[in-house]
């Protein structure tokens, strides 16, 4: 295994089970080309520490679990990146938001 690989800081993505949004998500998560764990949005017991440096979401029901995760995490430093337009949160929520402007 590459040494380099076993040292990145840990990538969380949640799946929220919406097929539209566990797609985007994941395409993101591909893209990055780094190792990732899937973690379910709506199981509150799989967002347990070790907190990883990066969490990918997408959808209403990602926001949702974000802002659990924000909640839960205190001051770690995580990232949050959202994929697609926040609907029930605001933007500045988020570390990032990949969206299209239409």
């Known amino acids: 295994m590459d040494d380099h690989a076993t040292h990145e800081p840990p990538l969380w993505l949640l799946q929220t089970g919406q097929c539209g949004d566990d797609v985007q998500g994941l395409a993101l998560g591909e893209a990055l080309g780094r190792p990732f764990t899937v ?9 347990v520490p070790p907190w ?14 974000v802002r659990e995760l924000r909640r839960r995490a205190g001051t770690a430093p995580v990232r949050f990146v959202h994929v697609g337009r926040p609907y029930h949160s605001r933007a500045r929520e988020f570390d ?6 239409t």
């Open 39 to 47: 973690k379910p949005a709506r199981d509150a017991d799989s967002l």
């Open 52 to 65: 990883p440096a990066v969490v990918i979401s997408a959808g209403r029901h990602g926001e949702a679990a």
């Open 96 to 101: 990032l938001v990949v969206t299209r402007d």
